[in-house]
Nanobody, 122 residues
Framework: QFVEFGGGLVQPGDTLLLSCVVP????????VGWFRQVSEKDHEGVAC????????HYSRNTRDRFTMSWDYARNMILLQMSSLRPEDTAVYYC?????????????????WGQGTQVTVSS
Protein backbone atom coordinates (compact mmCIF):
# COMPACT_ATOMS: atom_id res chain seq x y z
CA GLN A 1 0.00 0.00 0.00
CA PHE A 2 1.14 3.47 -0.80
CA VAL A 3 1.64 5.61 2.31
CA GLU A 4 1.90 9.38 2.07
CA PHE A 5 3.25 11.86 4.61
CA GLY A 6 4.77 15.30 4.94
CA GLY A 7 1.78 17.58 4.52
CA GLY A 8 1.01 20.55 6.69
CA LEU A 9 -0.10 24.15 6.94
CA VAL A 10 2.14 26.57 5.08
CA GLN A 11 1.97 30.13 3.82
CA PRO A 12 1.79 31.19 0.18
CA GLY A 13 5.24 31.07 -1.36
CA ASP A 14 6.53 28.42 1.04
CA THR A 15 8.05 25.06 0.16
CA LEU A 16 7.03 21.61 1.33
CA LEU A 17 8.35 18.11 0.75
CA LEU A 18 5.93 15.20 0.50
CA SER A 19 7.11 11.61 0.73
CA CYS A 20 5.45 8.37 -0.23
CA VAL A 21 6.41 4.82 0.66
CA VAL A 22 5.95 2.73 -2.46
CA PRO A 23 4.96 -0.94 -2.16
CA UNK A 24 6.56 -3.61 -4.30
CA UNK A 25 5.61 -2.91 -7.91
CA UNK A 26 5.22 -5.41 -10.73
CA UNK A 27 8.21 -5.39 -13.10
CA UNK A 28 6.07 -4.00 -15.91
CA UNK A 29 4.53 -1.12 -13.99
CA UNK A 30 3.98 1.94 -16.16
CA UNK A 31 4.38 4.85 -13.76
CA VAL A 32 3.84 6.07 -10.24
CA GLY A 33 2.55 9.49 -9.44
CA TRP A 34 1.21 12.11 -7.09
CA PHE A 35 -2.42 13.15 -7.19
CA ARG A 36 -4.53 15.56 -5.23
CA GLN A 37 -8.16 15.77 -4.33
CA VAL A 38 -10.26 18.71 -3.27
CA SER A 39 -13.55 17.82 -1.55
CA GLU A 40 -15.22 14.98 -3.45
CA LYS A 41 -13.77 15.83 -6.82
CA ASP A 42 -11.75 13.40 -8.89
CA HIS A 43 -8.09 12.82 -8.11
CA GLU A 44 -6.14 15.34 -10.16
CA GLY A 45 -2.80 14.29 -11.56
CA VAL A 46 0.06 16.39 -10.19
CA ALA A 47 3.18 14.58 -11.32
CA CYS A 48 4.31 11.09 -12.27
CA UNK A 49 7.46 9.23 -13.25
CA UNK A 50 7.35 6.58 -15.94
CA UNK A 51 9.15 3.37 -15.11
CA UNK A 52 10.60 2.68 -18.52
CA UNK A 53 12.60 5.88 -18.89
CA UNK A 54 12.45 7.53 -15.47
CA UNK A 55 11.02 10.66 -17.00
CA UNK A 56 8.92 12.96 -14.85
CA HIS A 57 5.68 14.44 -16.16
CA TYR A 58 3.85 17.36 -14.58
CA SER A 59 0.49 19.02 -14.83
CA ARG A 60 0.39 22.42 -16.46
CA ASN A 61 -0.13 24.25 -13.16
CA THR A 62 2.65 22.50 -11.24
CA ARG A 63 5.32 22.08 -13.90
CA ASP A 64 7.50 25.02 -12.91
CA ARG A 65 7.01 24.72 -9.15
CA PHE A 66 6.98 21.02 -8.23
CA THR A 67 9.69 18.41 -8.64
CA MET A 68 9.05 14.70 -8.34
CA SER A 69 11.85 12.21 -7.77
CA TRP A 70 12.64 8.70 -6.64
CA ASP A 71 14.54 7.84 -3.49
CA TYR A 72 15.48 4.34 -4.56
CA ALA A 73 17.41 3.59 -1.39
CA ARG A 74 14.25 3.99 0.68
CA ASN A 75 11.80 2.92 -2.04
CA MET A 76 10.02 6.22 -1.81
CA ILE A 77 8.85 8.88 -4.20
CA LEU A 78 9.18 12.51 -3.26
CA LEU A 79 7.35 15.65 -4.29
CA GLN A 80 9.20 18.87 -3.63
CA MET A 81 6.68 21.70 -3.82
CA SER A 82 7.77 25.31 -4.00
CA SER A 83 6.05 28.65 -4.51
CA LEU A 84 2.94 27.15 -3.01
CA ARG A 85 -0.39 28.83 -3.71
CA PRO A 86 -3.74 28.67 -1.93
CA GLU A 87 -5.10 26.72 -4.89
CA ASP A 88 -2.60 23.95 -4.11
CA THR A 89 -4.60 23.20 -0.98
CA ALA A 90 -5.77 19.59 -1.22
CA VAL A 91 -5.26 16.10 0.10
CA TYR A 92 -2.28 14.63 -1.72
CA TYR A 93 -2.07 10.94 -2.58
CA CYS A 94 0.42 8.73 -4.36
CA UNK A 95 -0.32 5.68 -6.44
CA UNK A 96 0.09 4.00 -9.80
CA UNK A 97 -0.35 6.24 -12.78
CA UNK A 98 -0.99 6.24 -16.47
CA UNK A 99 -0.59 9.02 -18.98
CA UNK A 100 -3.51 10.44 -20.89
CA UNK A 101 -2.58 13.10 -23.42
CA UNK A 102 0.52 13.81 -21.38
CA UNK A 103 -1.41 14.15 -18.13
CA UNK A 104 -0.78 11.84 -15.19
CA UNK A 105 -3.94 9.80 -14.78
CA UNK A 106 -4.82 7.31 -12.04
CA UNK A 107 -7.32 5.54 -14.30
CA UNK A 108 -9.56 3.21 -12.34
CA UNK A 109 -7.24 2.97 -9.33
CA UNK A 110 -9.28 3.27 -6.16
CA UNK A 111 -7.13 1.79 -3.38
CA TRP A 112 -6.10 5.16 -2.09
CA GLY A 113 -4.36 5.50 1.23
CA GLN A 114 -5.00 8.15 3.86
CA GLY A 115 -3.30 10.86 1.87
CA THR A 116 -1.64 13.87 3.41
CA GLN A 117 -3.33 17.25 3.80
CA VAL A 118 -1.60 20.30 2.37
CA THR A 119 -3.11 23.64 3.31
CA VAL A 120 -1.71 26.85 1.88
CA SER A 121 -3.06 29.88 3.68
CA SER A 122 -1.90 33.17 5.06
Amino acid sequence: QFVEFGGGLVQPGDTLLLSCVVPDLPPDYFAVGWFRQVSEKDHEGVACITGEDGRAHYSRNTRDRFTMSWDYARNMILLQMSSLRPEDTAVYYCGPSGLTSGTCDPGDYDEWGQGTQVTVSS
